[in-house]
Each structure stands twice: as C-alpha cells, then as structure tokens.
Nanobody, 124 residues
Framework: QVQLVESGGGLVQAGGSLSLSCVASGRTFSGYSVGWFRQAPGKEREFVAVIRLTGGSTAYADSVKARFTISRDSEKNTVYLQMNSLKPEDTAVYYC?????????????????WGKGTQVTVSS
C-alpha cells in the first residue's frame, strides 16, 4: 500500500520560512513525480510545485516561484518543500501527491496517491 506522509507545517510570521517533508513508502518510486498542492479555506486545491524523482526536473506555480524550492532525496524516498518569504496568502493545508507517470502536470487529477496534508499558517 502506498503511503505519503507530510510533516513540517506550523505557524510562522510573514517573511519567515518553513520546510515541509513528504515521505513515501510502500513501493519503489523511481519513475514517479511528486507534487505539492495546497488548499486554503473556501478555495479550490491549487498546484504549488512538482519534481521528477528521476532526473530532478521541477516546475512551480507563478505565485511561489523564487520563494519556494522543491527538492528530493531519492535514497530516503523524501521530497521537500522549502518555503521562504512566506505571506499570509500562503496559509493553507499543504498536500503532497505522487504521479506514477512521471508527469509535471499542475492538474491534481493527474496524481494517483495523496497524503493527508499538513497545516501552514502565516500570520501578518
């Protein structure tokens, strides 16, 4: 059974930083991509960033480009999201998701496995 577990969320002041982790287990994830999505209260879930576990190529939403960095440690089956210069509008539940076709798609329907999410709250 595939499991994705996010951690690292919390409360931070605007301008601060947080680092999220997503640990994958249950199978070999080579050939997969892993994305981060977020959902704020009353809003639809939106794409944040994605990384191919093989090769490491990435893609970002315009709203987080130059502030967030996605990376991976293939040996640990872990994907990270380093979030800097956080803004109140970054407040959301952050989810990681795995795509078995190695896609960098921003469409959440393309992802096959999901974690339960971690809350990020940015105060002004």
């Amino acid at each position: 059974q595939v499991q994705l577990v996010e951690s690292g969320g919390g409360l931070v002041q605007a301008g601060g930083s947080l680092s999220l982790s997503c640990v994958a287990s249950g199978r070999t994830f080579s050939g997969y991509s892993v994305g981060w999505f977020r959902q704020a209260p009353g809003k639809e879930r939106e794409f944040v960033a994605v990384i191919r576990l093989t090769g490491g190529s990435t893609a970002y939403a315009d709203s987080v480009k130059a502030r967030f960095t996605i990376s991976r440690d293939s040996e640990k089956n872990t994907v990270y999201l380093q979030m800097n210069s956080l803004k109140p509008e970054d407040t959301a539940v952050y989810y990681c998701a795995a795509n078995k076709y190695n896609s960098r798609s921003p469409d959440d329907a393309s992802y096959d496995y999901w974690g339960k999410g971690t809350q990020v709250t940015v105060s002004s």
